[in-house]
């Protein structure tokens, strides 16, 4: 199966469809970032084989190696990040952004107007991120994690095409 790719500028890395076969080396992504909560391989699973119509999973590589994953449900005007993940090594490179940016296009292309996320509030680092895509606090989730860690929900708003500026 031929699997469409996107260089990511300046990072090495090439950003991907994910498959069922690049399950193994997400999961290991997965436990290492998430250690206290992470997906079980079947839910993985589950998002790749029993969601294709609202669901886009893309995976970063550099050479053979996966790097980082990230996944999207989208349906009707919402979506939702549902993951994003970055080896600690790769972190601070572009690959995280770059993936984001392929799931914010993705949510655009599908007709979402808003994207929503969930972020721990100890991970600073995502939440600046997240800041700098334009997304904005929402509220806090307390307890929401397995560890007993708060969620700040935050929010962003999608340019519509041929909205805006316009003139007729």
Same mark, same amino acid.
């Given at each position: ?15 991907r469809?994910? /498959? ?11 436990? /290492? /970032?998430?250690?206290?909560d ?6 993985m699973?589950?998002?790749? +084989?029993? @969601?294709?119509?609202?669901? %886009? ?7 053979d ?10 349906? &009707?005007?919402? &979506?939702d990040? @549902? ?6 090594g %790769?972190?601070?490179?572009?690959v995280?952004?770059?993936?984001m ?16 996320l969930?972020?721990?509030?100890? +991970?600073?680092p &995502? @939440? &600046?991120m ?17 560890d ?7 929010l ?6 041929? /909205?805006? %500026?316009?003139?007729?």
């Amino acid at each position: 199966m031929s699997v469409p790719v996107e260089e990511v500028s300046g990072t090495g890395a090439v950003l991907r469809q994910m /498959t069922v076969d690049d399950l193994p080396a997400v999961m290991e992504i997965e436990r /290492t /970032t998430f250690p206290a909560d992470a997906w079980s391989e079947s839910m993985m699973r589950g998002e790749l +084989n029993d @969601q294709p119509r609202t669901r %886009h999973y893309v995976v970063a590589c550099v050479g053979d190696a996966i790097v980082g994953y990230a996944g999207l449900a989208a349906a &009707a005007d919402q &979506a939702d990040i @549902q993951t994003i993940a970055v080896l600690a090594g %790769h972190r601070r490179s572009g690959v995280g952004a770059a993936m984001m940016s392929a799931l914010l296009a993705e949510a655009a292309r599908r007709g979402a107007e808003t994207v929503f996320l969930e972020v721990r509030s100890d +991970n600073e680092p &995502a @939440q &600046a991120m997240y800041e700098r895509f334009g997304f904005e606090r929402l509220g806090v989730r307390r307890r929401y994690y397995e560890d007993g860690t708060d969620a700040i929900t935050m929010l962003k708003k999608l340019e519509r095409e041929g /909205t805006g %500026h316009e003139r007729s």
